[in-house]
């Protein structure tokens, strides 16, 4: 993980009283107050090597608030109630589990072992770590819940924007929205090492295995862009993709995630 910026670091202690106990780096902001820290990914381990159980961290004031007026209002029993009794409900709620912890050992590779959402396998305890969790790009059926009753946290320009590129070894992020000058303030930014062009010089396809990684990151990507309230989705593809033979599962993948049209960019261009 890389190291946090120091800015990032600062805002973060500030928001949370006290010395960060982790690495951690930002994967969503609030567009008020400067684009400040809304959602950290914390790494797996604590500074003494210790399992630390909450991987997406909810840091804004504003809205921790929110969410704690859920919690005191009784919303985590009634949810697990729900839970219980909702074969449905349960059954997203587990699978929501099994993706966070996934994303854990992604960093850590033993580190999936650690619990799902907040250190726990079944049921829920925390709505903080829920919302964080759908913040930062997961199907989470709570965090979803959560986000519909406590949106708008901030006011929000219009023309949120986002862009994913597809390149030979990652696939990146960026979310942005203007503000009034013209500039964009940047709301998130990710990248994730997927290797999409392994072998394509060889065999001139995609292989199977490296599909499969980049179309999960991609499906996160456009999660965290929908929660963040983009307007729109735009994908760029490089010359590993360029030079595929197979791309169509990938094209199809693009458009029903970001609801828009793949864009291979040419030699030039990328150049």
Request: aromatic share 4%; with cysteine.
């Amino acid at each position: 993980m890389p190291p946090s910026r120091r800015a990032d670091v600062d805002a973060v202690r500030e928001q949370l009283g006290r010395e960060p106990t982790t690495d951690f780096t930002v994967v969503a902001r609030c567009s008020a107050d400067g684009a400040h820290p809304l959602v950290i990914r914390n790494h797996p381990l604590d500074a003494e090597g210790h399992p630390f159980p909450t991987l997406y961290w909810l840091t804004c004031t504003q809205a921790v608030k929110a969410v704690a007026r859920l919690e005191a209002d009784g919303w985590i029993g009634r949810l697990n109630n729900g839970a219980d009794s909702d074969a449905e409900f349960a059954g997203a709620l587990g699978r929501a589990h099994r993706e966070y912890a996934a994303e854990r050992g992604r960093l850590v590779r033993e580190a999936e072992s650690f619990g799902g959402v907040g250190g726990v396998h079944v049921g829920l305890k925390c709505l903080h770590a829920h919302y964080a969790n759908h913040l930062a790009g997961a199907d989470d059926p709570v965090g979803a819940w959560v986000a519909e009753r406590v949106e708008p946290l901030h006011d929000e320009r219009p023309g949120r924007v986002a862009a994913i590129d597809l390149g030979t070894n990652s696939i990146r992020l960026l979310v942005a929205e203007p503000n009034p000058g013209g500039d964009l303030v940047e709301l998130a930014r990710d990248m994730v090492i997927t290797r999409i062009g392994e072998r394509v010089d060889r065999a001139g396809r995609i292989a199977p295995d490296a599909l499969e990684r980049t179309v999960a990151v991609l499906h996160r990507y456009c999660r965290r862009a929908r929660a963040l309230h983009a307007e729109r989705i735009r994908v760029g593809a490089t010359s590993a993709v360029r030079d595929a033979s197979n791309r169509e599962d990938l094209v199809r993948a693009v458009r029903e995630n970001a609801a828009s049209d793949m864009e291979v960019l040419t030699g030039e261009q990328e150049a």
